[in-house]
């Protein structure tokens, strides 16, 4: 199994859309670099971060899991989307999605300016400098401190993760 990040626009489409919905595909992806990792890597029962971006707030905002391997994005053919490539040939795909399922939604967000403020978080993709893709792979040492910390009803999670990994 591994273990992703995916970010989305909660404007566009949020946790609570997920939630309310259960299933839905995660299309639109737009970037060569990310639509190879979705086709090729992404795999059924990969569990993923749900990451809200370009918001007040960006951060970990729930967990979902992929249950559907890659398969050509439709949006890229229909006009009327919000996601359209003229380029994009159905006989010969360019862009593709996955489908991923809710599992959960964290008690409070981990914000972005939490995580680099923790030690513990060093290295991870999210908080590399440049690092603009909407989809990348997460250690699962991240991804286990990440779920613990969105679970938790305690307010601090530097405190948490010292608990945990005793810093």
Known sequence: MTYWLFKS??????????????????????????????????????????????????????VCEVVKESYP????FDPTSDHPDPKSDPENPRWFMVDVKFESKFKKPLSLKQMKEMSEFSGMRLL????????????????????????????????????????
């Open 73 to 76: 994005d439709s949006t890229a």
């Open 9 to 62: 626009e909660p404007n566009c489409f949020s946790i609570d859309d997920l939630e309310r919905v259960g299933t839905e595909p995660w299309d639109g992806i737009r970037n060569y670099q990310a639509r190879n990792m979705l086709r090729d890597d992404v795999k059924m029962g990969d569990k993923v971060l749900f990451y809200h971006s370009s918001c007040a707030e960006p951060g970990v905002v729930g």
């Open 128 to 167: 590399q400098r440049g690092n603009r893709l909407s989809l990348f792979p997460v250690e699962k040492q991240h991804f286990d401190l990440v779920l613990a910390l969105g679970m938790s009803s305690i307010d601090d999670p530097k405190f948490l993760a010292q608990q945990m990994f005793g810093d």
